[in-house]
């Protein structure tokens, strides 16, 4: 049997779990794909999924980002603060990577990169 992957999920812990599916599927376009209770998770795109946990204790993510890649960047930047969220960082071309980014933190405070490559990706 060959060993292969067939999705990813990244799981991020969050204190309100309606709070955070508003901001993940109105926001963002993230569908819900499993409600497991104190986890849900989303289909972000093709086969990469977030998963939500309810926690009630403390927790922190700092160090920690979670990314997106768009063509569009800006276009995110612009429907996040039209949804009343505020971008942390605009979007700006970072020449260190050579990527176009915006950076938004969800209700919990998980730092989130919206990103393009100027370059190609596989």
Request: charged share 25%.
């Amino acid at each position: 049997m060959e060993l292969s992957y067939t999705s990813q999920i990244t799981f991020l812990p969050c204190r309100d779990l309606l709070r955070s599916e508003q901001f993940y599927t109105e926001v963002l376009g993230y569908t819900l794909v499993l409600d497991q209770g104190k986890c849900r998770i989303y289909r972000c795109v093709d086969s990469a999924f977030l998963g939500l946990c309810l926690r009630e204790d403390d927790f922190s993510s700092q160090g920690c980002i979670f990314t997106v890649v768009t063509e569009n960047v800006d276009g995110w930047a612009d429907k996040i603060k039209q949804a009343g969220w505020p971008i942390e960082v605009e979007p700006r071309d970072n020449e260190t990577y050579n990527i176009r980014q915006c950076f938004v933190r969800d209700p919990d405070g998980h730092l989130i990169e919206i990103q393009r490559f100027l370059h190609p990706f596989p």
